[in-house]
């Protein structure tokens, strides 16, 4: 199983950015997915999810701002990230579990910096 984010980076606040996340080594339209984050200092927490079916969940910090997506013919997840915080700074991870009560895999995350 492999889950490689993509296209995190620098932004200013109110900006957005549209990370990635590529994934092979199973099944992936049959799997959960879901973006993650963890914030210097803090724990990380679930951003966003997207089911099988397309039933998406969000936190309330992100909701209204960030939306998840996914292609299953290009076995990718998105998250296209709109007015953007500076609490937002995080590194986000991709998450692939069979059931929401699995931990799943991991991706090895990439770095959002919201900053003047």
């Known amino acids: 199983v492999q889950l490689v984010e993509s296209g995190g980076g620098l932004v200013q606040p109110g900006g957005s950015l549209r990370p990635s996340c590529s994934a092979s080594g199973f099944t992936f339209s049959n799997y959960y997915m879901g973006w993650y984050r963890q914030a210097p200092g803090k724990q990380r927490e679930l951003a966003a999810r997207?089911?099988?079916?397309?039933?998406?969940y969000y936190s309330d910090s992100v909701k209204g701002r960030l939306t998840i997506s996914r292609d299953n013919a290009k076995n990718t997840v998105y998250l296209q990230m709109n007015s953007l915080k500076p609490e937002d700074t995080a590194v986000y991870y991709c998450?692939?579990?069979?059931?929401?009560?699995?931990?799943?895999?991991w991706g090895k995350g990439t770095l959002v910096t919201v900053s003047s």
């Open positions: 998450n692939a579990a069979y059931s929401i009560k699995q931990v799943g895999y």
């Open positions: 997207i089911s099988s079916s397309g039933t998406t």
